[in-house]
């Protein structure tokens, strides 16, 4: 794809300002067009559509000469290239007069921000949330042109997918080559000598070459993770820290910078990547203080960074296989296949994970089309095909509305009459204006199949029995949670379901003196839960963080020395 993106510029009466003002930020790295109308705009995205290049950004006019309706304006730019992001510029003139009905079709997904035109020189404001949109734009839609990791590899499997599913949740910018490529034989040459291939023979793909370390030829994410961040056993831990965390989600993170800020020594474990199943959200827009939204992987690399800042160690792609309770004052013993870390505090914030479909010819397909959880980086495969998501929560409804940028069809399928009883209301009304999505409700899915690749799946109709074969090129799965508690002591209490019972939720006869455990406290004296793997938890974003913030006081609690 040749040229840089467009950014389109519409209005009638100020389009020559608005070209004055992107022109002195945007002009290097975008290709500024102007449009005088919606019919002139439509037709010049069209015309660059057409030539094979991007659309990054609409910044269009609140009041528009050939149209009184804005909305059915963006709805057809956006048909035409979905992947744009767009921004209603109302001038000052009509900002307070045109807010409240166009903010209605903000709520609704049908564009992505309200902003005031720049009154003037350095308008910070304005153009912070300019390079929000595009920065978040850059990051989801187009192939990075400066990549931090390399993957060298003929065959697109399902762990090169994997692989590129982490670095991208790490905030990596990566790119995949073909080794028979003759523009990277130089390169490829290179890796061969460094990893001591001799002519004639070929490494084990993928090939791995990411942030300046030495290529390794990779056979699970682990061994990327390990490449990139070292070992456990690689890190410097002076004797005993002062908190562990278990799980790098929200929950864990808050509880990293909190407790790093306020002086604890912390060590963050992290099996996968950082950010949790937050991490793999395209979207989280009801987050408090982003009011444009911000992307679950976004999100976590900033909590990661203000919790380096303060001091905190993360280990990266090493799963915690064992608790093992300190006694009679000793610390508590983390184990993991690359090392142990001693803590004298342990946060268990190590989340869920989607369950299992339990369907053996899709399972069969796993990272050929099948995903669990969003995926952002298939999403991009899915261009033009159709693909379906399972499930019924926020994130299936956020993974909906990523993949209907990309995807021909979007089919949401759950088993419950509907979304209300499980997904917030400001995804129910997105999804219900993207033509792109549909909802089957009281349906799941029996079967499915393909030649090396989904192709198609079998639905059926709880009600009726009745089962239709439907294309499908990518399948969803986000079903719902399963704790990871499998590594955890059996005397720390859980209850039906396998989640950690904390505070009163602590069975009476595992009290103390007659009083319960303090409210994130578990059954093991300065071991702590917090997050969705905590029993009762509310299972939102902002609610696990704070559920990790507020376990920090009662860190410092447990370690203060005892009165005399």
Not at 323 to 330: A, F, M
Not at 413 to 442: A, F, H, K, W
Request: proline share 6%; aromatic share 6%.
């Amino acid at each position: 794809m040749e040229g840089d993106p467009a950014i389109i510029l519409v209005s009638g009466d100020h389009a020559e300002d608005l070209l004055e003002e992107f022109r002195s930020r945007y002009a290097r790295d975008y290709d500024l067009r102007v449009a005088r109308g919606a019919g002139e705009a439509e037709e010049l995205a069209q015309g660059i559509v057409d030539d094979g290049r991007m659309v990054a950004l609409f910044v269009s006019d609140s009041r528009l000469p050939d149209t009184d309706d804005l909305f059915e304006a963006l709805h057809r730019w956006r048909r035409v290239i979905p992947t744009a992001r767009k921004v209603v510029a109302a001038h000052w003139d009509h900002f307070v007069e045109d807010a409240p009905p166009l903010r209605v079709g903000m709520a609704k997904g049908k564009y992505d921000a309200y902003l005031l035109m720049p009154r003037g020189r350095r308008d910070e404001e304005f153009h912070h949330a300019i390079s929000d949109l595009l920065s978040d734009w850059g990051s989801t839609v187009p192939r990075p042109e400066v990549v931090s990791a390399k993957i060298i590899t003929p065959v697109q499997d399902a762990l090169t997918m994997a692989i590129r599913d982490f670095l991208d949740r790490m905030g990596m910018p990566n790119k995949v080559w073909d080794p028979a490529d003759p523009a990277i034989a130089e390169p490829v040459a290179r890796i061969r000598s460094q990893l001591g291939i001799a002519d004639g023979e070929e490494p084990a793909y993928p090939v791995v070459y990411a942030a300046n370390r030495v290529p390794i030829q990779a056979t699970s994410v682990r061994d990327v993770a390990v490449s990139i961040y070292g070992r456990p056993d690689d890190f410097t831990v002076a004797g005993v820290v002062d908190l562990a965390i278990v799980g790098g989600g929200p929950a864990g993170l808050a509880a990293a910078v909190y407790g790093a800020s306020e002086g604890l020594s912390v060590v963050v474990l992290e099996a996968e990547a950082i950010g949790g199943q937050a991490g793999t959200s395209s979207m989280i827009r009801n987050y408090l203080g982003f009011p444009r939204g911000i992307s679950g992987m976004r999100l976590a690399q900033r909590a990661r960074n203000q919790a380096l800042r303060f001091g905190t160690d993360f280990l990266t792609g090493w799963e915690v296989t064992s608790l093992v309770p300190g006694r009679d004052g000793e610390p508590h013993r983390l184990c993991t296949g690359g090392g142990d870390v001693r803590a004298r505090t342990v946060l268990v914030s190590s989340g869920v994970a989607y369950r299992k479909l339990g369907v053996p010819a899709i399972e069969e397909l796993v990272g050929a089309g099948v995903n669990y959880g969003a995926a952002m980086t298939a999403a991009r495969e899915m261009e033009g095909y159709d693909v379906v998501v399972v499930g019924g929560g926020n994130s299936a409804g956020q993974a909906a509305l990523h993949l209907a940028r990309f995807a021909a069809s979007v089919t949401i399928v759950v088993r419950r009459p509907g979304l209300s009883e499980t997904m917030s209301q400001y995804l129910i009304d997105e999804i219900g204006y993207n033509e792109r999505i549909s909802v089957r409700p009281g349906t799941r899915v029996v079967d499915g199949g393909g030649e090396g690749q989904l192709e198609w799946l079998c639905l059926e109709d709880l009600d009726t029995g009745r089962r239709a074969t439907v294309s499908a090129r990518g399948l969803f799965l986000l079903l719902g949670a399963e704790p990871r508690c499998d590594w955890l002591p059996a005397e720390l209490a859980r209850d039906a379901d396998s989640f950690i019972l904390t505070g009163r939720d602590v069975p009476r006869d595992q009290w103390t003196n007659d009083l319960p455990p303090a409210n994130l406290a578990t059954t093991i004296p300065g071991v702590f839960a917090a997050g969705d793997i905590r029993s009762g938890s509310m299972k939102r974003v902002a609610a696990a963080s704070g559920e990790g913030a507020s376990a920090i006081p009662l860190v410092h609690a447990y370690l203060a020395p005892a009165p005399d």
